[in-house]
């Protein structure tokens, strides 16, 4: 009996697969269902196609679908009580499943009619009918085919969520509006929205209306890279009337997307405490944040403060249907709560052991005053620092421990990796893309994440609600940029939160994408073309003493031309096949063409090949683990880092110094040493104190020639005249400790270095 079971579902499995493999591709879905067969035929969808919708409560779907029909094809169809005789109508009847199931449904489209099966009032009726869209050809027309098909869905996930920062950048409630409207497009169903930070504080308080007279308004923004210190004086702001977001909200419910509102402590609050400097422990006025980054002053931990956002979550709450309140818990120093009177006797008065369970206390507090209002807390991973609150849901960001955590907890958690789920990380490689904060995240790692960590056994899998990519806008400037930063990864993320793992299947997924692209376009969506990308990976050559360049692009997407002059490859150019030899300093620059058509960007890179390149190299101190990329050969692997960071072009040490012994195997006479560095203290990474190089003819006694700093914050160059040498040593010391005021203050710092060029 077991047996046949076991055979039975095994069946299941692989017929879904071979349904997944066949059809995928042929009909754009995004994301892919549960079940879907095509059938031979079509339906004619016309001005004249008559809804049925007797027995259930749908207007608010129809309303929407009429709307949809209106704007991109130019007619409505009419409701009418009983199917017509001669057919073509589109018919909402009640399931025949158990009720409970309110996203699911199932839609049969046959020549004579179509049929939509899910619970009255229900999401399942919508996700109907944006699956039914996304048949519907591109073009406008009195007759619209779509292909015949029986699909039976429902989503892997409960929480299939997006974020958007609206306080390093402001987006107006028109905008929010069509972000609302692609979350629907996916099938998305939870709108993370990111109301309060240091650089803006943006949803309307009654009680304390300098939160948006005052904080919501900064008088400039940090422009470019982080690293520049740059600033322009343009005052910034905006914030959101409580109408507004109730009239959000609402358009938001009508598409079955639930809004969760996130007001950050204690952390992330300079917008507050320059609106009411009283919240802080100082006291002292400051300025709304121009720049990006964490800082030190967060709301202190006494009596006033718990008393200002109680009355702040009392206006919140009302405005927000969902079960769910956000109130961050991320990034927040302890610097002000160690010197701070009140904060200490806080400790001391709650037995607390430290700065991180006054963390806990705060979060615990808060989440008491959420619950007794009826609503739930979900917090960044943080908020498992000194004990978790006893309600509260997390999000993990920093990883998927977080997640892990919790669940083994028995506490809901929301997975949102930065590996996997940051949509402000570069999508293609950096050098060709508008300037990011960093990280790299292209579609098919967004694709290929699982949410489930493989750490958790069943009955703890349980307390992962889904996943949700955040935005975070310090470097996404406008609508259309940010449009760009969400599509297409969005569409791999609704794949990932909806589609059964067993169908889920990357080449479907991005031939079906391809096709999707032409709904976009339609719908007036910005999306970058990042599949089309070419990647390059340096190498040791297996046969020669040269490194050897490989390019990657997905075959099945066109083939790689490129040209090694600097001139823009073409349809004739050079045809990539194997890995390119580079044996002098070379430009490569290359794109992707299918049918002689140039398909994404065109990707340009200069290769430095000097007396260093691909020699044998020793680190006294290996890099950290999580900036060890390639080890010593990416030092001499011929790429000089741009910037901004693109991780594997480093190695980093965190608290350590660099010391580094290149072998040029042959007795060499040189004329400079070159090696770079990566100013960034944001992130903690600091210039090294001083850069040390010394010669040796054996790799053992080493004489010093020179000691240097860096210079234009990027490299330390020494030159020499006519000196042979078989060995050379840098030794880059570490800054040490961060000083007080900046971000990290008293942790060690980090030492980033890249490209050492010998000539
Ligand atoms: C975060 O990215 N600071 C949650
Ligand atoms: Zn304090």
């Known amino acids: 009996m077991r047996r046949n079971k076991l055979f039975f579902i095994l069946l299941i499995i692989i017929s879904l697969r071979i349904i997944s493999q066949e059809q995928q591709s042929s009909l754009p879905i995004i994301p892919f269902p549960k079940e879907c067969k095509l059938f031979p035929g079509n339906f004619v969808l016309s001005s004249s196609t008559k809804i049925v919708a007797t027995s259930l409560k749908v207007q608010n779907e129809i309303d929407w679908f009429n709307d949809y029909l209106k704007t991109y094809y130019g007619f409505t169809l009419q409701v009418v009580d009983k199917e017509p005789k001669n057919g073509n109508y589109i018919q909402f009847t009640i399931p025949d499943w158990e009720a409970g199931y309110k996203e699911n449904y199932h839609l049969t489209v046959s020549e004579n009619a179509i049929t939509i099966l899910a619970e009255g009032n229900s999401a399942g009726n919508f996700y109907a009918l944006q699956t039914l869209i996304q048949l519907l050809p591109i073009e406008k027309g009195n ?313 958790l056994n069943a009955e703890e899998q349980h307390y992962i609600l889904g996943a949700q990519a955040n935005l975070w806008t310090e470097y996404i400037l406008n609508e259309k940029h940010l449009e760009y930063m969400a599509l297409p990864r969005m569409a791999a993320l609704a794949e990932v939160v909806w589609t059964p793992k067993e169908i889920k299947n990357e080449t479907a997924f991005l031939t079906r994408l391809q096709k999707h692209f032409l709904l976009l376009d339609k719908l007036n969506i910005n999306y970058a073309k990042a599949l089309y990308k070419v990647e390059s990976k340096v190498s040791p050559s297996t046969t020669t003493k040269h490194i050897a360049l490989e390019l990657n692009a997905n075959s099945s997407l066109g083939e790689i031309r490129f040209t090694t002059d600097g001139t823009t490859p073409t349809a004739a150019s050079l045809l990539y096949q194997s890995p390119i030899e580079l044996e002098k300093d070379i430009t490569i620059t290359s794109a992707l063409f299918k049918s002689k058509e140039l398909k994404g960007k065109i990707a340009s890179r200069n290769y430095s090949i000097n007396k260093a390149t691909n020699k044998p190299i020793t680190l006294k101190t290996p890099p950290s683990k999580s900036y060890n990329y390639g080890g010593g050969f990416n030092l001499l692997n011929g790429i000089v880092a741009k910037l901004p960071r693109a991780n594997n072009e480093w190695l980093g040490w965190g608290g350590n110094d660099l010391e580094a012994i290149i072998n040029l195997e042959n007795k060499e006479e040189i004329s400079q040493i070159q090696i770079g560095f990566l100013n960034e203290e944001l992130s903690w990474i600091y210039l090294p104190k001083e850069i040390e190089f010394l010669i040796s003819d054996d790799g053992k006694t080493f004489t010093s020639i020179g000691k240097t700093t860096v210079k234009d914050n990027r490299f330390a160059k020494l030159q020499v005249t006519k000196i042979k040498t078989t060995y050379v040593k840098i030794i880059a010391t570490n800054f040490g400790n961060i000083p007080t005021g900046n971000p990290g203050a008293g942790e060690p710092a980090w030492l980033f270095c890249d490209e050492i060029q010998i000539q």
């Open 143 to 455: 007759a619209l085919l779509i292909p015949c098909v029986q699909i039976k869905d429902s989503p892997r996930f409960e929480w299939r969520g997006m974020h958007l920062d609206v306080s390093r950048h402001f987006f107006p409630i028109s905008f929010i509006k069509k972000y609302i409207d692609i979350l629907a497009l996916y099938k998305m169903n939870t709108f993370h929205w990111h109301l309060t930070d240091d650089q803006g504080w943006r949803i309307e308080i009654k009680k304390y209306p300098k939160l948006t007279t005052v904080g919501a308004w900064r008088k400039g923004t940090m422009v470019g890279k982080y690293s520049d210190h740059k600033y322009d004086s343009i005052p910034y702001g905006g914030f959101y009337t409580q109408e507004q977001i109730k009239e959000v909200v609402t358009y938001a419910a009508k598409r079955h997307v639930t809004i969760v509102p996130e007001i950050e402590m204690p952390g992330h609050a300079v917008a507050a405490i320059s609106s009411y400097p009283y919240l802080s422990c100082t006291g002292k006025q400051i300025d709304v944040e121009k720049g990006w980054g964490v800082f030190e002053d967060v709301f202190c931990t006494k009596d006033s403060t718990f008393q200002f956002i109680q009355n702040v979550m009392d206006e919140v709450i009302p405005l927000f249907p969902g079960k769910y309140i956000h109130i961050g818990g991320d990034e927040s120093p302890k610097t002000r709560w160690k010197v701070c009177q009140q904060c200490q006797k806080r400790i001391k008065d709650e037995h607390l052991k430290d700065e991180h369970e006054l963390q806990s206390y705060f979060i615990k507090r808060i989440e008491k005053y959420v619950n007794s209002k009826g609503k739930q807390i979900i917090g960044w991973d943080e908020i498992l620092e000194g004990g978790l609150a006893p309600n509260a849901a997390v999000m993990s960001w920093q990883g998927i421990e977080g997640g892990i955590a919790a669940a083994k907890q028995k506490h809901k958690a929301v997975m949102t990796p930065g590996s996997h789920c940051y949509f402000d990380h570069y999508q293609a490689p950096a050098s060709d893309e508008p300037l990011a904060i960093g990280g790299y995240t292209p579609i098919e790692k967004v694709y290929s994440y699982e949410p489930i960590p493989n750490e």
